[in-house]
C-alpha cells in the first residue's frame, strides 16, 4: 500500500503493483489537473506492454482507452455516454477496479467505464504509471 501526504508526487511517477493484478484490486490516482492541460494517462503495464492506457485528452475533449502489445497500439475506446467528465483545473480520483472480465473506472466516486481485458494474464500486470499536465496528489496501489 502506497500514499503520501500533501506532498505532489514527481512525474513522470512509476510505482510496481506487488503480486500483480487479480479481481477485486483497486488502484486509486489523485490529482489536480493543470489549468492549460493537454492530457495525461495513467497506464497498467506488464514488462514493456501496456495493459492498460487511460488518457484524458482535453485537445480533443475524449477520454482515451487502449492497450498497447509488442509496441502497437491496438484499436481505441473512445465513447462515452456523457461529455468529458475530467475538468482543467479541478481536483480529480480515478478508481480502477480489475475484474475478471475488464476494469472498471470511477471517476469521483461515479462510474465512468468498462474496459475489457486484452492482456488478461492479471498476475503479470504489476507496474503503474502516470504523467501528464497534473500535479498528482495521491497514489494508492
Same mark, same amino acid.
Given at each position: ?12 511517477y512509476h ?25 495525461f494517462?495513467?497506464?497498467?503495464c506488464t ?12 485537445d ?13 497500439w ?6 462515452l ?18 475484474? /475478471?472480465?475488464c476494469? #472498471?473506472?470511477?471517476? !469521483?466516486?461515479? +462510474? *465512468?467505464?468498462?474496459y /475489457?481485458?486484452?492482456? #488478461?494474464?492479471?498476475p !503479470?500486470?504489476? +507496474? *503503474? ?5 497534473i ?7
Open positions: 500500500m502506497m500514499s503520501c501526504c500533501n506532498i505532489p508526487y514527481q512525474l513522470p510505482a510496481s503493483i506487488p503480486g500483480g493484478l487479480f479481481p477485486a484490486r483497486v488502484i486509486t490516482v489523485s490529482g489536480i489537473i493543470l489549468h492549460n492541460a493537454k492530457s494517462h495513467i497506464n497498467l514488462g514493456s506492454d501496456i495493459a492498460f492506457h487511460l488518457n484524458p485528452r482535453f480533443e475533449n475524449v477520454v482515451v482507452r487502449n492497450t498497447q502489445i509488442q509496441g502497437r491496438g484499436e481505441e475506446e473512445r465513447s455516454p456523457f461529455t468529458m467528465p475530467f475538468r482543467q483545473g479541478y481536483s480529480f480520483t480515478v478508481w480502477i477496479t480489475c475484474e /475478471a472480465l476494469y #472498471k473506472v470511477a471517476l !469521483d466516486g461515479q +462510474h *465512468l467505464l468498462e /475489457a481485458h486484452r492482456l #488478461k494474464h492479471l !503479470d500486470i504489476d +507496474h *503503474l504509471e502516470v504523467n501528464g499536465d500535479e498528482l496528489t495521491k497514489v494508492t496501489v
